[in-house]
């Protein structure tokens, strides 16, 4: 996580094409978990359980926006869910004009 903030954090056209990766100074650590992507319409949030983010690469997990939910493993790590996210969202990017 942190070589992916170090290197592309800042890079908005990437972070916010569609869900929204959030800066460092927004990512907070709420029911165990540290938050820091958000879906683009806030129906569900991704995290990392703290106790994990001491790995190199850590399990992602998935929550819904809603009082009471779980969360639910992604069943991919940090890099890989990043990846997959990123080639989702570029299929959907619209062409340069």
């Known amino acids: 996580m942190r070589d992916f903030y170090r290197s592309c954090g800042r890079f908005d ?44 690469d850590p399990i992602v997990y998935q929550r819904a926006n809603e009082q009471g939910a779980r969360w639910y493993s992604e069943r991919m790590r940090f890099s890989r869910f990043l990846k997959a996210m990123y080639e989702w969202q570029a299929g959907r990017a619209e062409a340069p004009r």
């Open 13 to 56: 056209e990437l972070t916010e094409a569609h869900n929204q990766l959030w800066p460092l100074r927004r990512l907070q650590v709420k029911e165990e978990h540290l938050w820091f992507m958000e879906e683009n319409q806030e129906v569900v949030y991704w995290g990392v359980p703290v106790d994990q983010l001491s790995k190199d």
